[in-house]
């Protein structure tokens, strides 16, 4: 190896350690069970015309709330029942189910960031007053951390990027392939699914380690 | 930093990097699901007097087999049916679940080498012919490496060391603490259970890449 290769690795290592050891730079870690965004179109076509969600506990980003309504998902093979509904109410439906959730299902979601329900899974949602055959909106959550544009200076990563995010405890893991949303409307806070969590015995309040992501993009 | 610690730091990263980039060292990974280890007399009371389990299936280590039977598995707050006994006979009966199975059946099994039962979590079997009340043996199994002394020599580990295991996909992970168990009579295998398979979504038959444990014992 020549003296560049080693230069480098020695810089890339140190520039990791240097975040790593920062301790104001801990991501807080919130676990997403199941659940769902609804359009106003399909919230009334669930619950009746008019409806509107009541809250039941607001969540980290800002005017984001669960509600205190629920639905049952349903798929070839099986169903979900008291699947939370997250307000306010949004352009597009989407349903969002860890991978076991999927195989109770019998459905087969894309790994997706939230949003990007193109050519996803169909799946059927069951409300008190009708129900909806959806054509695709069904999707695995991307792990993903939200933060300002403060914060994403603090960090030095940018909307888009993915950083890899480790979690230290007796069942020690890295998240490989995180997605870094800035918006200067989030509050700093990673998002993983149950899958994710109960992968590292994580519970939302555990802090993870953000370091570069270094693989293929 | 000094020039010894610069030194160091190289080392261990070419380390990595020589054993990561060693095609022959990918560890071939099963996914576990629940299933049940039970002793003789445990065997009895659930299917009764001089019963012996019907092979259904081979498994990866030499000698194990999945049986025809299963049992199922109820703490407080609900139950699972269907789990898979596997076979042969043990010393002790353990129930190995996922996370996910524990916050279903309203238990706290704790993370768990196979065969370290003692203070685990109580749970109850089912079996067609009778009901055992177990007082410990539920546990979450601890993510682990079956290999033959040839194959320790070859990834340079010990019986009982850490690694830690990487799987790269589109939802990369790394498992940071994996422990290795060599025996003359174990085929190369890494287990791993639906919780940490489902996270990573790897399936049965996905190759992982072992590198050095660096975190704490």
Known sequence: ??????????????????????????IPIAVSARHCH???????????????LAHKKALSQPGQFAAQETVSIVGPRGGIENVRILGPARNLTQVEVSKTDSI?????PP???????????????????????????????????????????????????YVRIAVENERSILFEKVLIRV????????HIDT??????????????KLSKYAGPS
Chains 1, 2 share one sequence.
Do not use: W
Request: hydrophobic residues 35%; aromatic residues 6%; proline residues 4%.
């Open 104 to 108: 109770k299902l019998g459905l087969h």
């Open 195 to 208: 899958d994710e969590a109960n992968a590292g015995l994580i519970a939302t309040g555990t802090t993870g």
């Open 1 to 26: 190896m020549n003296q560049k290769v080693i230069q480098s690795i020695v810089e890339e290592v140190v520039s990791q350690f240097s975040i790593q050891s920062t301790p104001e730079k801990g």
């Open 38 to 52: 609804l359009s106003r179109h399909d919230l009334e076509t669930l619950f009746g015309k008019g409806y509107e």
């Open 183 to 190: 918006s200067p409307d989030y509050k700093l806070d990673m």
């Open 111 to 161: 790994l997706r960031k939230s949003g990007d329900v193109k050519g996803s899974s169909p799946v059927t949602i069951i409300g008190p007053q009708g129900s909806i055959y959806l054509l695709e909106g069904l999707i695995i959550a991307q792990a993903h951390v939200h933060m300002s544009p403060a914060d994403a200076a603090r960090f030095q990563v940018s909307d888009g990027e």
